[in-house]
């Protein structure tokens, strides 16, 4: 079974620009989640869907960020503009179940930098 | 507000030695307690949890952990290291009033020296 996969890996972008991030979760996983790793930080959260719905999206920093999940599969989460505190590593997880004691499976990350 | 306290951003053993990564957290409630692991160019893996019961939880790759609700804690242990276990190792609490979120610590790189 494929695990949670992101795209990119790495993303170079200037100041200004406009950046979209991939994120397919295991097949089935109803939730789905974002997390962000300041270099040097912990890991925030940054929102949660339950199928195509937002759940929880308190953790998103400001209106810069977008994030979807169209028909309930894979989710993007798009920066525009991006500004060079988005700088960072970008995690998915996906989870059968509500989170709480469920795990939650990881993506590899796509490293964000922001010239 | 939940929080999590890591100490010690690296922490270096050698092979064959005690690993000991702390973990401190707050919580007015009954807490989960998570401990994963990142191997380089990896995702994040689930090493252990702790939801309810038993309080010495063990996990995967001979790793275990114990909640000790009067210390607020949550070490990580391991009787020998060995040198695959380099890695990134993060503790990460959730609780109702968080709305069960992941408040995670800042992450301790383990350093395995031959």
């Known amino acids: 079974e494929a695990g949670v996969t992101q795209f990119p890996s790495h993303s170079v972008i200037e100041k200004g620009q406009t950046v979209t991030l991939r994120c397919d979760p295991i097949?089935?996983?109803?939730?789905l989640y974002w997390y962000r790793r300041v270099m040097g930080k912990e890991i925030k959260f940054l929102l949660h869907f339950v199928k195509e719905s937002k759940q929880d999206e308190s953790g998103m920093p400001n209106n810069r960020f977008l994030a979807e999940r169209t028909g309930g599969t894979y989710s993007t989460l798009k920066v525009q503009p991006a500004e060079l505190e988005d700088s960072g590593v970008y995690f998915c997880?996906?989870?059968?179940?509500?989170?709480?004691?469920?795990?939650?499976?990881f993506g590899p990350g796509t490293r964000l930098t922001v010239l | 507000a939940q929080s999590v306290t890591q100490l010690g951003s690296h922490v270096s053993v050698s092979e064959g030695a005690l690993v000991l990564l702390r973990c401190n957290y707050s919580s007015s409630v009954p807490p989960y307690l998570f401990w994963y692991v990142q191997y380089p160019n990896q995702g994040l893996q689930l090493l252990l949890k702790y939801t309810t019961g038993a309080t010495l939880v063990k996990g995967i790759n001979g790793f275990e952990a114990e909640f000790k609700k009067s210390e607020t804690s949550f070490h990580l242990t391991k009787p020998s290291a060995h040198m695959s276990d380099a890695a990134e190792y993060f503790c990460a609490v959730s609780d109702m009033d968080s709305n069960y979120q992941l408040i995670w610590g800042a992450g301790t790189k383990l350093i395995i020296k031959p």
């Open positions: 097949s089935g996983h109803d939730n």
């Open positions: 997880a996906s989870s059968q179940g509500p989170w709480g004691a469920n795990e939650q499976f």
